[in-house]
């Protein structure tokens, strides 16, 4: 028996072997993340005439467990862009410290930040581009940051802009985009509205939200890593409003009682 | 990681991109998910080089497996103009792979373009340029940029110019060439078509006897239409190819962009 008391409440090494304090050493090679861990799922945006609208759940699931639900996965870029995070929550907030440095810097350089569209400011397709670099840089790293991310705001010209970057660097733009199971069931809805640029500068702010709220509906029936409580933001050149307390209104379960044939349930 | 490159069904099964779930060749049970750098993004380019132009053509459409990320993520880009807006650029590249690392191809050798224009006062050559862009892919031989690119411009003495690579730098100049998901569909129709194989003379012979059919130059004319129809075919039978056609006309007055829709199925 071994009285020392270092000893005291451990496992005994005579029956489970020494301990294994090999992770505890810094030296040997570098744990990158391998697999997201705490996750958000989708985010969806669409253009309109003046400016882009952005949606995503207030959800954090660990694997199917509903863990944490109050995250806001949008987040407020200078006053200027809404960014939207999917994927891995850590890895969000690391980039979201990251962003709040640089639009700090930002603010430094260019010290009226109040006109999204003003020369030397970033706006969001500079942000879009930073991102996009600092995501590939880090998968060529083998250390990836394990999101999909969607940037909202307006470019130089001040034409509405949308675009995607995710954990490989692969960039798009369009004039609907949605992450994970939103690219299934809510891209289609919204190219019904907005099949090309041309159609979405025909669309009004209102439409816009009407559509994004209704695709937050469908995802919430569908996805079971989803949540009826999401956060909405419109970017336009008069700026960013997030609202995070958004509830899914109007919803209706009858199609539910249609559906057989799963679990228990045998006929 | 052979087969990651080949187009050969029989050593990684159909080549869609979706084919990217972790392979297995561990002991019974065990299983690590590791990091995957690479996907593919679909898509498809073509390239043909006329007697004193080039025309470059990609579709414009981006997937992620059965999804289409966008309609409209162009592969085929002018290199090396003096500004951002590329108006006095002479040369085009097309990629088509990888998006990301396309996208990191196409932004490396624009810059090494610039530079050198900015140094030597005058564009780079598509020669010299090819050259290059054989070094920038072969200095990732052992994490490669997983792109196929080609190479258009007009050569030293104003003849159309197509250079194509593999991902890892191999190069040759050609006639014509296609590239990327329905490249295996493309090139034999170009053969045909552009270089006249399997074309002979009617009632010249049997067997040995019979004569080619000669080759000339085709017209600027002639080659859109077969652009467009090669990818009107390739829309057919792949699902990664699709929505829109952008092509790039190099002659010696500058380079014309010129977009037409594809089905969007």
């Not at chain 1, 996965?73 to 891995?88: E, Y």
């Not at chain 1, 130089?156 to 490989?168: C, F, G, I, T, W």
């Not at chain 1, 640029?197 to 996805?223: G, P, Q, T, W």
């Not at chain 2, 009617?202 to 004319?221: F, N, V």
Request: with cysteine; proline share 4%; hydrophobic share 35%.
């Amino acid at each position: 028996m071994d009285h020392r008391p270092q000893a005291w409440g451990r496992p005994r090494d005579d029956i489970y072997g020494a301990y294994d304090a090999s992770y505890l050493h810094s030296n040997g090679p570098k744990q990158a993340t391998q697999a997201p861990i705490v996750t958000g799922t989708s985010v969806i945006a669409l253009k309109f005439k003046d400016g882009v609208v952005i949606a995503a759940d207030n959800l954090a699931s660990y694997g199917s467990l509903a863990r944490f639900t109050d995250v806001k996965r949008l987040r407020n870029f200078a006053g200027t862009s809404v960014i939207g995070f999917g994927g891995d929550v850590s890895d969000m907030q690391y980039l979201d410290r990251h962003l709040e440095d640089l639009a700090i810097d930002e603010a430094y350089d260019t010290p009226e930040p109040s006109d999204a569209t003003a020369q030397g400011h970033l706006n969001a397709a500079n942000l879009h581009k930073y991102l996009r670099n600092l995501m590939y840089s880090r998968r060529n790293d083998f250390n990836p940051l394990w999101n999909q991310i969607l940037i909202a705001g307006l470019d130089s010209e001040s034409k509405p802009y949308l675009a995607s970057v995710d954990l490989r660097g692969t960039t798009f733009t369009a004039p609907s985009l949605a992450t994970g199971f939103g690219a299934a069931l809510a891209t289609p809805i919204m190219r019904r509205y907005a099949e090309t640029d041309e159609e979405a500068s025909k669309l009004s702010r209102e439409e816009a939200v009407d559509v994004i709220r209704e695709c937050m509906k469908v995802l919430f029936y569908r996805d079971a890593r989803s949540m009826d409580k999401y956060s909405l933001a419109v970017v336009t050149k008069d700026g960013v409003e997030i609202s995070e307390t958004e509830q899914l209104e109007k919803q209706s379960w009858a199609f539910a009682d249609r559906i057989k044939g799963y679990g228990t349930q045998t006929v | 990681m052979a087969a990651m490159f080949s187009q050969n069904p029989i050593m990684n099964g159909p080549n869609y991109s979706f084919n990217d779930a972790p392979r297995v060749n561990a002991p019974e049970g065990a299983r690590q998910h590791r990091f995957d750098p690479y996907t593919d993004n679909g898509g498809s380019t073509l390239a043909i080089a006329g007697a004193d132009f080039a025309i470059m053509a990609g579709d414009t459409r981006s997937t992620s497996g059965y999804s289409i990320n966008s309609r409209y993520s162009p592969k085929v880009f002018k290199i090396g103009g003096t500004t951002s807006d590329q108006h006095d650029a002479t040369l085009v590249l097309s990629v088509v792979g990888f998006a990301a690392d396309g996208e990191a191809l196409k932004e490396k050798l624009d810059a090494i373009c610039k530079m050198y224009r900015y140094r030597h006062g005058k564009a780079m050559s598509v020669e010299a340029c090819s050259r290059k862009l054989s070094m920038i892919l072969y200095q990732k031989r052992f994490f490669p940029y997983y792109a196929y690119a080609i190479l258009g411009g007009l050569d030293e003495e104003g003849k159309g110019a197509v250079y194509s690579y593999d991902p890892v730098g191999s190069c040759e100049r050609e006639q014509c060439r296609a590239g990327g998901a329905a490249a295996s569909l493309i090139m034999p129709f170009l053969d045909n078509q552009v270089n006249f194989k399997n074309q002979y003379e009617p009632g010249s012979g049997e067997g040995h006897a019979l004569q080619e059919r000669e080759r000339r130059p085709l017209t600027r004319q002639e080659v859109e239409i077969l652009v467009k129809d090669a990818f009107d075919g390739a829309v057919e039978r792949h699902i990664e190819v699709g929505d829109g056609l952008q092509m790039m006309v190099i002659t010696k007055e500058g380079i014309e962009e010129i977009y037409l829709p594809l089905k969007k199925d």
